[in-house]
């Protein structure tokens, strides 16, 4: 069942100052939150455990609490007051807040909530962001309802609203991961593609491992994944549709098809296609099943991504004699190349702002992570390990997410997330070894 989402109303009580890094400020007006490349200064939020106004909701309550507050200490830019220091009380949701007992333990922002069952029996969560400072709470807050079983769904749009009051970003946390899951010994792995919320609840395969499936890729609705899949026994590019299941190959050719992407609006897909001995870029009409190539060269064209404008296309290619990133318009003209620093660079990967391309580089037997211009200055390195590659940007364009391999026989891959600044590197859960992830748009 959907989640239903109903805004009463709500004032915005941060505004965002834009950069890269995070210092607050204050003055007489509301919260900021700056964003520069100064000392990270964790934003102090309290939220007291909100109140079960309906019998049998206590569990619930607390349960989405413990949630939000997960989530939000989880972007490393949030220091989560605990609730044994909280001076204050909050016992009724409509009752004055205390601000001098928030104030005493140096809290920026309170949010309060509760949690009660509706007339239709499902969940309805109230939630309301008081500003300490200001000794004032802002608007009459925000009202969500669900089924019980959506729960934690409700918890991740609460955390979705005050991400982005406080930081004037877009939230990430109702979002789900695709990835495949790798089984057995490193010589020989069984992979499934596997999907699972933001925080690693809820996982399911969507594969059962006897063929082996590589770079699943969301498309722009997150309703299907596209992906490279050795079932007819050698790559081939395929569509999965996560409603109902129905698999379907998006190009009946006898060549090789792999490393495939939607493009912004989720009509085509471009793919790399190796014919003759040949790999070039080639791009699909999903209605009409037709296949034009984008790239003519001797090189290895391949790992296309489209800017977010659907204008330029991103791309690796080794046409220089080592494997670089390009960028070219739609039609394969005015190529050029961005990247330009030691080693090698692959897997680009554009910005859902536009912004930044995130690269993985090898640079001797390291391995980074990075972020650059989409005219390859201001290259910056995230990450540094044996082995980090294919990165994949949260739907707000702050957060990158990537696998790391560790050494060793018994070594495997794991999910990271990222910081776009370098900051607050990540290991995710996941049940079992995890590489190739894709992150989902909002749902």
């Given amino acids: 069942m959907r989640l239903a989402l109903r805004v009463i109303s709500f004032l915005v009580i941060v505004s965002f100052l834009g950069g890269q890094g995070l210092a607050q400020s204050r003055s007489d007006g509301p919260l900021q939150i700056e964003i520069n ?14 109140i079960a106004e309906s019998a049998g909701t206590t569990k619930q309550a607390k349960d989405i609490t413990d949630l939000i507050l997960s989530n939000l200490e989880r972007t490393g830019l949030f220091r989560i007051v605990p609730e044994n220091s909280h001076i204050g009380k909050i016992t009724n949701f409509d009752s004055p807040v205390q601000f001098s ?52 769904r409700l918890a991740h749009k609460i955390s979705d609203v005050v991400y982005s009051r406080i930081t ?45 499936v590589l770079a699943p890729r969301f ?73 034009s190539r984008i790239t003519r060269n001797r090189a290895i064209d391949t790992a296309p991504t489209y800017s977010p404008d659907g204008k330029s296309i991103a791309f690796e290619s080794d046409r220089s004699g080592t494997t670089q990133i390009y960028t070219m318009n739609l039609r394969g003209g005015n190529v050029s190349r961005i990247s330009f ?74 999910l990271y997330s990222v910081d776009v600044t370098g900051r607050n590197l990540t290991k995710l859960d996941t049940p079992n070894f995890a590489s190739d992830p894709t992150w989902s748009p909002l749902r």
């Fill in 341 to 414: 620093g030691d080693g090698t660079y692959g897997t680009p990967v554009w910005s859902p702002r536009g912004d930044y391309i995130a690269f993985t580089k090898q640079d001797g037997n390291i391995f980074h992570i990075g972020v650059m211009l989409a005219d390859g200055t201001e290259e910056r390195l995230l990450s540094r390990s044996f082995l980090d590659e294919g990165p994949t940007w949260a739907p707000n364009g702050r957060v990158l997410l990537f696998f790391r391999e560790e050494p060793g026989e018994r070594g495997g891959p794991s």
């Fill in 168 to 212: 004037g970003e877009g939230g990430y946390f109702d979002t789900r991961i695709a990835f495949i899951s790798e089984f057995g010994a490193k010589t020989d792995r069984t992979k499934r593609l596997t999907i699972m919320d933001y925080d690693g609840a809820n996982v399911r395969f969507l594969t059962d491992g006897t063929s082996l």
């Fill in 101 to 152: 007992d928030w104030k005493a333990i140096n809290v920026d922002v309170l949010l309060t909530g509760a949690v009660a069952h509706g007339e239709d029996g499902n969940l309805v969560v109230k939630i309301r962001l008081h500003d300490v400072f200001a000794e004032s709470s802002l608007g009459q807050g925000v009202l969500y309802s669900g089924t019980e079983s959506n729960w934690r």
């Fill in 37 to 50: 490349e100064g000392i990270i200064q964790l934003f102090p939020i309290a939220a007291p455990q909100f």
């Fill in 219 to 291: 498309s722009p609705e997150g309703d299907e994944l596209i992906y490279t899949s050795y079932r007819t026994g050698k790559p081939s590019v395929f569509r999965l549709n996560l409603r109902n299941g129905r698999e379907t190959r998006v190009l009946d050719t006898p060549d090789m098809t792999f490393s495939p992407r939607f493009s912004p609006d989720g009509k085509k897909v471009m793919f790399s296609r190796t014919t003759r001995g040949n790999t070039d870029i080639y791009e699909t009409n999903l209605a009409t099943n037709e296949a």
